[in-house]
């Protein structure tokens, strides 16, 4: 994965908001790190702008979560702790077991052998070891779940959660002892969707859904000890 400075800027948006979405996408990969600081004139050196963009970026991301201010410190990259992800992970397993079970119901043919190709482009994906392009399949495999329930409601309020989301998802499949699991669960929720077996389906995913967080607080221990 290429530096998030190194990204060419965006012309079409302003540039505040490319900003953002520049040290976001940092965020969200680890590629800015937990408790890492977020120094403005250094921020700004780096990317090339002045520190208003940055420091309207910061205040952004700490609305959302993904920094924290400290008294004397300044801005830092928020820690991944238990209790968000666990808040994250309660509200994720409520909107995919829906999202399983209406897919059940309303999927069409062409959905599933989009579903099908999905699965196959995952474990293609695990094989690279590039996590940006496990973690973009990953992303893709449940996006057609979701579309396949035909709720527009259901699918913004995925869509809310899908960038806290991502910051565990990929702390999830950064773990490569995980990755041959993580495929037999995309086929074991693939097969039960595509054969209309609710029950199938929504085992797959809550198990899916409880591996993911055992892993992640696993991660966290570690990371705490480390820090320790």
Do not use: W
């Amino acid at each position: 994965m290429g530096s998030i400075f190194q990204q060419e800027m965006d012309e079409y948006l302003p540039l505040r908001d490319v900003v953002f979405k520049t040290l976001r996408q940092g965020i969200l990969t680890g590629e800015l790190k937990p408790g890492e600081r977020l120094m403005e004139i250094h921020l700004a050196n780096k990317l090339g702008v002045s520190r208003t963009p940055i420091r309207e970026a910061i205040r952004k991301l700490e609305l959302e979560g993904l920094v924290t201010m400290i008294p004397r410190r300044g801005a830092e990259v928020a820690q991944i702790t238990e209790k968000s992800m666990k808040d994250v992970l309660e509200v994720r397993k409520v909107l995919d077991n829906l999202s399983v079970e209406l897919a059940c119901e309303r999927i069409t043919e062409e959905e599933k052998e989009q579903l099908k190709n999905a699965c196959i482009d995952f474990e293609e994906a695990v094989k690279t070891g590039d996590f940006a392009k496990i973690a973009k399949t990953d992303v893709a495999f449940h996006d057609i779940i979701v579309v396949a329930t035909r709720n527009i409601r259901l699918s913004q309020m995925v869509n809310n959660l899908a960038e806290q989301m991502y910051r565990y998802r990929f702390e999830y499949i950064k773990d490569s002892s995980q990755h041959a699991r993580l495929v037999q669960e995309h086929e074991e929720i693939c097969r039960g969707i595509v054969e209309g077996d609710k029950e199938k389906a929504l085992a797959a995913i809550e198990a899916h859904i409880d591996n993911q967080e055992i892993a992640v607080l696993n991660q966290i221990r570690i990371d705490r000890e480390k820090r320790a």
